[in-house]
């Protein structure tokens, strides 16, 4: 505003060196009531809105006794938090509180008139859609919330420049409310958020938190509290300008056990306090993708969509859908363990990483008769084994020794280490030659008449071997 002031003086004292009324009055006039007082009033409005705060026209109104007086109490302290996201009136002087009070008003007022919930979903994962597990499980979500009516923007922070906060605190000093910084979070996501009845934090976990794309969002949201600080509840919190929008937490992780979420879950609690709506924590969220386990990680997103339906329509996540979410994939978690350690050791090995193992369609390469029981699992076709009855032994010797057995029935396969009573078919091969054959590094046909391995029994199992066990094979 000064810089548009000076613009309009500096040609006022131009024109006036030309002697005459028309270039010393008419025209300085006309510039300072054209174009000044319009510019005076109708700039802070502009830039206001801009940043989503409200007007100086919402706030005079506001301020105006009668509708102080008729305005409903507002619902204060949706947010708990630590210094940073804070709740609820006791704390700092009067004027403080009562300019906090016409902020959150005016606040409420907006997200009231709004009949139709407005969601932001922000998605932290470094990874694109295919690979991220974040984005699988967000993406379920929003359809979940978008089909329960709710209005979802998905904002991938991949592809948005978040700059890290500064520490200046300029936005508590010299332009309360703005950050400093220009980027797409001071010119359009934090203006969204502010606006939002409810923020989706999606977020892979990394060292048992959330990722450094999430936690610098997180930071940056500094300008919606003031800098002062007052006690409640034997915690310091520093007082809102706006009500920020209601949380839900949305976490993947490498790991199987649940408990892995401990560290996030807390300071998510601790973080968003009362407006967290719910937390959507998927362990094991590497192995969802695997063809074998095709019909859990259906029902795990089918789930994650009644999530979405169940937050729009009651602000929260039954514990039955929560349990379906968070089912186990692929076995118990030592069998997990024991198959990621196969994938990992096969990876290294065929030196490709997890993307190029998926495209391509390498089986993790079993190290014991343990995994390479699991694998036989995992891989079986209950499709093609339909009407079959048989039970296959395998008897290893070289790199790992010892007997296993497979028996399938009614479309069922059942493992076990040891020899059967009654094999329809035995193989009798060096681990290693098997292993080639079944990760596909060598032609099973090839290897049996070089007689590099030998059987004994029904021949066509043997022929069969590959559409029997072979669901997971692109
Ligand atoms: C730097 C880094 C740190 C990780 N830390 C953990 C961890 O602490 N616990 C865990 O279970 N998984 C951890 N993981 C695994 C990721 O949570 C897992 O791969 C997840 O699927 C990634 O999500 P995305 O597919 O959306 O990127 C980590 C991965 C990376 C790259």
């Not at 200046?168 to 910084?181: A, D, I, N, S």
């Not at 977020?203 to 800098?227: C, D, G, Q, S």
């Not at 998926?358 to 343990?370: A, T, V, W």
Request: net charge neutral; hydrophobic share 40%; glycine share 8%.
């Amino acid at each position: 505003m000064t810089f548009a002031w000076a613009g309009i003086f500096a040609g006022c004292i131009v024109l006036s060196l030309y002697p005459s009324v028309v270039t010393r009055a008419i025209i300085p006039l006309s510039l300072i009531i054209g174009i000044g007082l319009p510019f005076n009033f109708l700039f802070p409005d502009y830039y206001l809105r801009r940043f989503g705060l409200p007007t100086m026209a919402e706030l005079r109104k506001f301020r105006s006794p009668a509708v102080h007086d008729s305005a409903s109490p507002p619902t204060r302290g949706a947010v708990a938090g630590p210094a940073v996201i804070t709740s609820e009136a006791s704390g700092p002087s009067r004027p403080l509180e009562e300019a906090r009070g016409d902020a959150e008003r005016i606040t409420l007022t907006q997200r009231e008139r709004r009949t139709i919930m407005k969601v932001i979903a922000l998605n932290s994962s470094a990874r694109g859609e295919g690979t991220s597990k974040t984005r699988l499980m967000l993406d379920a979500l929003v359809k979940g919330m978008r089909e329960a009516g709710a209005e979802v923007e998905t904002i991938h922070l991949r592809d948005k420049k978040v700059k890290n906060c500064i520490g200046c605190f300029t936005c508590w000093t010299k332009t309360p409310g703005v950050c400093v910084q220009k980027d797409d979070m001071t010119n359009e996501i934090f203006p969204k958020w502010l606006e939002a009845d409810i923020c989706v934090y999606a977020t892979p976990l990394y060292h048992y938190t959330v990722n450094a794309e999430m936690k610098a969002f997180i930071e940056r949201t500094l300008p919606v509290v003031e800098p002062f600080m007052y006690r409640k509840d034997d915690r310091t919190h520093h007082p809102l300008r706006r009500n920020p929008p209601k949380a839900v937490v949305l976490s993947v992780a490498g790991f199987p056990e649940p408990s892995v979420f401990d560290q996030l879950t807390s300071y998510a609690n601790f973080l968003f306090g009362k407006s967290l709506l719910a937390e959507i924590y998927r362990p094991a969220a590497e192995s969802m993708t695997q063809p074998q386990v095709a019909d859990t990680m259906n029902d795990i997103l089918d789930a994650t969509a009644q999530a979405g339906r169940e937050l729009v329509q009651s602000r929260k996540v039954s514990d039955a859908t929560l349990g379906r979410i968070t089912q186990p994939i692929g076995g118990d978690y030592d069998s997990h363990a024991r198959m990621a350690n196969a994938f990992w050791k096969t990876c290294m090995s065929e030196g490709a990483s997890p993307r190029e193992f998926g495209e391509k369609g390498l089986i993790p390469r079993p190290d014991s008769i343990d995994t390479f029981l699991m694998i036989m699992s995992a891989g079986f076709n209950p499709q093609s084994a339909a009407g079959t009855t048989a039970v296959l032994q395998f008897n290893f010797s070289g790199e790992v020794e010892g007997s296993c057995h497979v028996s399938i029935e009614n479309g069922k396969i059942v493992t076990k280490e040891g020899p059967a009573t009654k094999p329809d078919l035995v193989v009798e091969s060096p681990f290693e030659i098997w292993m080639d054959i079944l990760t596909g590094k060598a032609d099973g046909q090839a290897m049996f008449m070089q007689q590099k391995y030998k059987t004994v029994g029904d021949l066509t199992l043997l022929l069969r071997m590959k559409d029997l066990f072979g669901k997971g094979k692109k």
